[in-house]
């Protein structure tokens, strides 16, 4: 047995986005408990049910997943796709049999059509075929989704599915193999900095992408566990978009990096742009505060202290 039954649960509370919600949580003055994969094996399909079936949340937060960068998902598709199917259906059985009032289920902003009108509505999700580069885990965060609409429609659940923007923030996986962009680009370039060398670039810096601080992701998604409860996932970005060229030339300021930079034309771009349409959030009360500015200087200055 595990704990006696409490009332909110967040897999994958170390990540990124569940350490987020875990410290958002405290300081509302609430008591979370968390689980991390080295406690439950949530591909296990018999522990996964024992965990939930003991603890008995009320609210649970689904932030557990197998996640990576381009590199990453080219080189595991196989594990991309099989691993998330096998977390998500899991844990979402075993939630209704455990009796869990509120699902927030968290997929990405990597299931939208490749060309998907800008910026980003939910009406456009399987109007097409996601970008390729990361297709197997789109298509299993595309599946999450249709199983939180299933038991919704089966078992009347106020289960819920949210797509956030490319996410930085306390925490992030500056892992070299398996970072996202941000974190991948503020090593190389703290790295590089440091060193005196040159960084070489994935792409030609030409596609726009959105970021999201993980602090102003966790506010939104407790205001959702408060006050949405629809068939319709819902977007949470932070309004705006910029090129990657200007990403590198906010992260190399932020580094003091005087070095050249080398873009590696070679190397897949990902889709072109990628901007979340914000209406039905805004309409909750939520909006990011987190300046993308500081929020890298604060990702670089996490990165120096801790790896460097």
């Not at 009347?156 to 992030?172: F, Q, R």
């Amino acid at each position: 047995m595990y704990s006696v039954p409490m009332s909110i649960l967040v897999a994958g509370s170390s990540g990124l986005v569940g350490s987020a919600i875990m410290r958002k949580l405290s300081k509302l003055g609430e008591s979370p408990v968390g689980i991390t994969s080295a406690e439950v094996d949530l591909t296990n399909r018999e522990k996964t049910f024992e965990y939930l079936l003991d603890m008995r949340p009320k609210t649970l937060f689904c932030c557990a997943a197998k996640v990576g960068g381009i590199g990453a998902n080219i080189r595991y598709p196989v594990e991309f796709l099989s691993t998330n199917l096998q977390i998500q259906t899991n844990i979402m059985d075993a939630s209704h049999a455990a009796g869990v009032d509120r699902f927030i289920f968290l997929s990405s902003s990597c299931i939208y059509p490749i060309n998907s009108p800008q910026p980003m509505e939910t009406e456009s999700i399987l109007g097409g075929s996601p970008e390729k580069t990361n297709r197997p885990y789109a298509l299993a965060k595309l599946a999450g989704m249709e199983l939180i609409n299933s038991y919704r429609l089966q078992h009347k659940k106020s289960w819920v599915s949210v797509i956030p923007a490319n996410l930085y923030g306390p925490g992030d996986n500056f892992d070299p193999e398996t970072s996202h962009v941000m974190g991948a680009l503020v090593r190389r370039f703290a790295e590089a900095a440091k060193d005196k060398t040159d960084v070489t670039v994935w792409g030609d810096g030409l596609v726009f992408r959105e970021f999201l601080h993980s602090d102003d992701l966790a506010d939104a998604l407790i205001i959702i566990a408060e006050r949405y409860d629809a068939d319709e996932p819902i977007n949470v970005g932070a309004g705006f978009e910029l090129s990657i060229k200007q990403l590198v030339a906010a992260i190399s300021e932020a580094t003091a990096f005087d070095g050249k930079i080398v873009w590696d034309k070679s190397r897949p771009n990902g889709a072109t742009r990628k901007l979340l349409s914000n209406k039905k959030i805004s309409t909750l009360g939520w909006k990011p505060k987190i300046d993308l500015k500081q929020g890298i200087r604060n990702s670089v200055a996490e990165f120096q202290s801790n790896f460097l």
